[in-house]
């Protein structure tokens, strides 16, 4: 592990001879966990023994037995597990996820659509994880001559696996993410305030009310406060990160004054921006 820039909070690129790791998540760190920190790569981890909790881009998860989070690239993260919290992890790269796993664009592999909580209390597909894990690791201790490939395999076989189980908790497990919705979740990605609802709807070729059924049925929220959100969540990021002054945060999503932004950012959170960073940063 290494700390890829001198941001205020650190990013950790995984360091393997391909990219996939698993380790007891009781393992030491090369890297203080205990501080928040952020990575370049995907994170599961599987707790046999729960105990503690964690915060996933600013949300905090207690950590309970049986259970399994995601961590995806660039999330913050820090872990406060208790001493006899245990498990395992698997770390990996986006070049790992094969094609057509990508193809399908597993909702579990998206940061704004699936939760950082795939399953909580339930052995039954622990025992079933713990297994695929356990035979990854067995194919890299024996190092044979398709190893990677088998590894990759087994990968995507734990996807799609937690995938179905993500989806069995949701209140339709038949329901799928439509084109919209991944179209819109790029676009907003990508834009966040440089383009109005109508906008959003013109380029992905429905009407306005179209477009606010979809998002409503996803999220539970108009296409504007999903928009507002992952603003919130960036601006957040922004504090926590990067070194800019207020008035640098607020040209970048195009408020036209500081004050403007000092008071989307009061309205949305209940604290103004400097405030806001001192709540996240801590002491």
């Not at 001493?83 to 094609?99: K, S, V, Y």
């Amino acid at each position: 592990m290494v700390i890829a820039n001198n941001d205020r909070i650190p990013i950790y690129n995984l360091q393997t001879t391909y990219d996939i790791n698993i380790e007891a998540i009781s393992h030491n760190n090369q890297y203080n966990f205990n501080q928040i920190h952020r990575h370049s790569y995907y994170e599961i981890l599987f707790f046999e023994k729960g105990g503690g909790h964690q915060f996933i881009d600013f949300e905090k998860t207690l950590i309970k037995d049986n259970s399994c989070y995601i961590v995806k690239p660039n999330q913050v993260h820090l872990i406060k597990r208790n001493a006899n919290a245990d498990g395992l992890l698997i770390q990996f790269t986006n070049q790992m996820i094969l094609p057509d796993v990508f193809l399908t664009t597993l909702s579990t592999l998206k940061e704004q659509i699936g939760s950082s909580v795939l399953f909580e209390e339930d052995k039954s597909n622990t025992e079933q994880f713990m297994f695929l894990l356990h035979a990854i690791q067995k194919i890299q201790l024996l190092k044979t001559t398709y190893y990677k490939e088998k590894s990759v395999h087994l990968l995507s076989n734990i996807l799609y696996g937690l995938e179905e189980v993500a989806g069995n908790n949701l209140p339709d497990p038949a329901a799928k993410i439509d084109k919209i919705i991944l179209k819109f979740i790029e676009l907003a990605e990508d834009n966040l305030t440089k383009l109005t609802i109508n906008e959003y709807a013109e380029k992905l070729f429905v009407s306005r009310r179209k477009l606010g059924d979809s998002v409503k049925s996803q999220f539970g929220v108009t296409p504007l406060k999903y928009i507002h959100n992952l603003l919130i969540l960036n601006i957040k990021r922004d504090l926590v990160f990067k070194k800019l002054s207020l008035k640098e945060i607020a040209l970048t999503y195009h408020f036209d004054s500081t004050s403007n932004f000092s008071l989307f950012v009061k309205k949305h959170t209940g604290y103004s921006p400097s405030e806001l960073q001192k709540q996240l940063i801590g002491p």
